[in-house]
């Protein structure tokens, strides 16, 4: 039996650790081109697959929805897991994090991110 959680099955993520959580949001410069999302998915499940420090690693796009309070401007989200600061540290150093912003930075125009720690 396969259980679904965040959007993704448990063979795509492991379990959310709610020590550190990493939001990223990225908007791309030309969100309609299928060429651009797929090197920007490409690139990014890569960098995923190989992270060492990454928990959760959940992949998203905005959903259609009509409230006045989603903000539904960004093409992709990404939300990232660790058991700690210095794990999230750790994974902004390493070389599949600084490759993935080699290969697919020239594809945005924006990217916010927000991280909090549990209370």
Do not use: C
């Not at 959580?21 to 690139?43: G, I, M």
């Not at 960098?47 to 539904?72: E, Q």
């Amino acid at each position: 039996m396969t259980t679904v959680s965040f959007g993704q099955n448990d063979k795509e993520m492991t379990e959310f650790d709610s020590n550190f959580s990493h939001t990223v949001f990225f908007w791309l410069k030309n969100p309609d081109s299928q060429a651009d999302r797929t090197a920007f998915e490409t690139s990014l499940r890569k960098f995923l697959d190989n992270s060492g420090y990454a928990k959760t690693k959940f992949i998203g796009k905005p959903p259609r929805t009509s409230r006045d309070v989603v903000d539904g401007s960004f093409t992709y989200s990404l939300i990232v897991s660790f058991d700690s600061a210095e794990s999230q540290q750790a994974y902004q150093d390493e070389a599949p994090h600084k490759l993935f912003i080699e290969e697919s930075s020239e594809l945005w125009t924006k990217v916010i991110v927000y991280d909090s720690t549990s209370i």
